[in-house]
């Protein structure tokens, strides 16, 4: 099974994944509901992305009171959403912080990869990731690129610094979200969204 990996050595904290999150999955851009966070230490240097991995052994199926989270024979977990009653035993049991509180659908969720399981078609967040930080990847390659940017890190020179999209590619990111989530994208909007990100991240949030 693909799943998300993420590469901080190339995130440059431009946050078009985080709006695409949030715009198929609420109908607007609003970075505090998407289901893929990019978290930093009180700066605008990533650490790591926090999204669902499908864990071999979900701890949130166990902990999950109600039993509505459940692991597909394809490797997907997946919620009864409807049924949750917000408990938070899967919002404190997750070892990678990937769950978060639905505050329409007043209910814990978390990254189901966009129904690209089966398909193993990249989700629109890795297709609005033009650096490349955030790839749809099976397991075994995934663990092999890290390792290989984990040694490059630290034995070889430091790569240059990511840089953001150019204004043509923020207009390719918003017409490919607004073409997804079926409603208009303005390259305003990312770019007030990419100011949000980096304000909250300098502030430890």
């Known amino acids: 099974m693909k799943r998300l990996v993420f ?26 509901q998407s289901r893929i966070r990019i978290e930093t230490a009180g700066s605008r240097k990533p650490l790591r992305a926090a999204v669902c991995a499908h864990c071999e052994e979900p701890a949130c199926v ?24 917000r408990c938070a035993a899967c919002l404190v049991s997750c070892p990678v912080g990937a ?7 007043k209910a814990f969720i978390a990254c189901d990869l966009c129904g690209k399981a089966e398909s193993g078609e990249d989700p629109l967040c890795v297709r609005v990731c033009l650096s490349g930080a955030l790839r749809f990847e099976e397991e075994t390659a995934a663990s092999a690129d890290l390792r290989s940017s984990y040694a490059l890190q630290m034995f070889a020179e430091q790569p240059a610094a990511p840089t953001d999209p150019t204004d043509g590619q923020w207009e390719e990111i918003a017409r490919m979200i607004a073409e997804e989530c079926g409603s208009p994208v303005t390259v305003k909007e990312l770019k007030s969204a990419q100011e949000q990100l980096r304000r909250d991240a300098e502030e430890g949030m």
Do not use: H, N, Q, Y
Not at 16 to 21: G, N, S, T, Y
Not at 67 to 84: F, P, Q, S, Y
């Open 7 to 32: 590469d901080p050595a190339r995130c440059s904290l431009c946050g078009a994944c985080l709006a695409a999150c949030s715009a198929v999955k609420k109908g607007r851009i609003d970075l505090v």
């Open 99 to 105: 769950v978060l509180e639905d505050t329409d659908r």
């Open 62 to 85: 166990t902990a999950c009171m109600r039993g509505i989270i459940d692991k597909g024979a394809d490797g997907l977990v997946t919620r009864r959403w409807e049924e949750c009653f």
